[in-house]
């Protein structure tokens, strides 16, 4: 399931932030309910927006209406394109990460082997091996009720994070640990 998360949980949130963030779970909860993509939500704004007079799609209705009560009661429209553009990162998320691993200097196996992390979505550690020495290992333990695009970006994120450490010119391959 997709949340939108606009802000961190800090008790010194005015009641104003609050109300704000109730309004965005609800909006999030109508998004799942009734499984409204990006596009769907991007389409509503514009419409909402006065910039597309499309019509024909119940679904678009209603989230223009969800639009129109929420700015009614001050929620600020830059937030509405930050929630489509945070869904957009989610629904790519898989896809990009399969991209991201195909661009990767690494053997088909390996290649194989992080694609499956996402794929059957399984938990292990990976390590990162450069000149024979394991360079960064890091756990996967998929929780109940996870989501391939989140794992998705959060394996992008640490592995980004790991070929950053690795000298320019140097092989490096990854290993994974089924747990």
């Given at each position: 399931m997709f949340r939108f998360n606009i802000s961190e949980n800090?008790?010194?949130v005015?009641?104003?932030e609050k109300d704000l963030e109730k309004m965005t779970e609800e909006f999030g909860l109508l998004v799942n309910k009734n499984k409204y993509s990006a596009d769907d939500i991007r389409e509503?704004?514009?419409?909402?927006?006065?910039?597309?007079?499309?019509?024909?799609?119940?679904?678009?209705?209603?989230i223009v209406s969800k639009m129109k009560e929420m700015t009614d009661n001050g929620y600020p429209l830059n937030r509405l394109a930050r929630i489509i553009e945070a869904k957009?990162?989610?629904?790519?998320?898989?896809?990009n990460y399969y991209k991201f691993v195909d661009s990767m200097d690494i053997s088909g196996k390996e290649n194989k082997?992080?694609?499956?992390?996402?794929?059957?979505?399984r938990s292990g550690e990976i390590s990162?091996?450069?000149?024979?020495?394991?360079?960064?290992?890091?756990?996967?333990?998929?929780?109940r009720g996870g989501s391939k695009?989140?794992?998705?970006?959060?394996?992008?994120e640490q592995i980004k994070d790991v070929l950053g450490k690795i000298p320019k010119g140097q092989k490096y391959e990854f290993s994974f640990t089924e747990k």
């Open positions: 800090n008790p010194q005015s009641e104003r509503a704004y514009y419409r909402f927006c006065g910039v597309s007079d499309n019509k024909g799609n119940r679904g678009i209705e209603e957009q990162v989610f629904e790519d998320a898989v896809p082997i992080l694609r499956s992390i996402i794929d059957d979505m990162c091996i450069v000149q024979g020495k394991v360079l960064a290992t890091f756990k996967i333990d998929i929780a695009e989140v794992l998705s970006i959060a394996l992008s």
